[in-house]
Structures are given as C-alpha cells and as structure tokens.
C-alpha cells in the first residue's frame, strides 16, 4: 500500500507561503503569539473532529468524512504552525 500522508512534500508549499503571510500580518509581539496559539488550538481540534467524523465515532451521523479530510485538516495545522 503507497504511503498516504504528504510527508516531507508539504514543507516546501509551507515554506513557500510564509514570506507572503508574513508581509500582510496585522499583529506584532505578545498579542501575535496568542492569536497564533488560539488559531493553531483551532485546528488541531478540526483534525480531531475530521478523525471523528471518518471513523463514524458519532453513532447519530455514522461515517460523513473521509481520510483527505483528516490530511487536508493537518495541512491546515502545518500552516497555522507557520504563522497563519
């Protein structure tokens, strides 16, 4: 079975998209770390939700997610990481 997560061929698209996140950035210092943390807490909790909804752990609503949303939720945690 072919690896299924991006791996290393994510960072390069990450490193990419740094220098034009940081030059629109409205918040500088404290105030900008805390925003970073709550964005990041943000989506690791989407990631959670992804693997919650692709695992049919909701016995309501059964499996409504596959696991591209999972990786496109960590995607979005590797560019909160960064700096979104």
Avoid: F, Y
């Amino acid at each position: 079975m072919p690896d299924e997560h991006p791996g290393p061929a994510l960072w390069p698209t990450v490193d990419e998209l740094w220098p034009r996140l940081e030059v629109t950035r409205a918040h500088a210092g404290r105030e900008r770390l805390l925003l970073r943390i709550l964005k990041l807490s943000e989506e690791v909790g989407e990631v959670a939700e992804a693997v919650i909804w692709a695992t049919g752990q909701n016995p309501r609503k059964g499996v409504t997610h596959g696991w591209e949303d999972v990786q496109a939720e960590l995607c979005d945690v590797a560019h909160g990481a960064g700096g979104a």
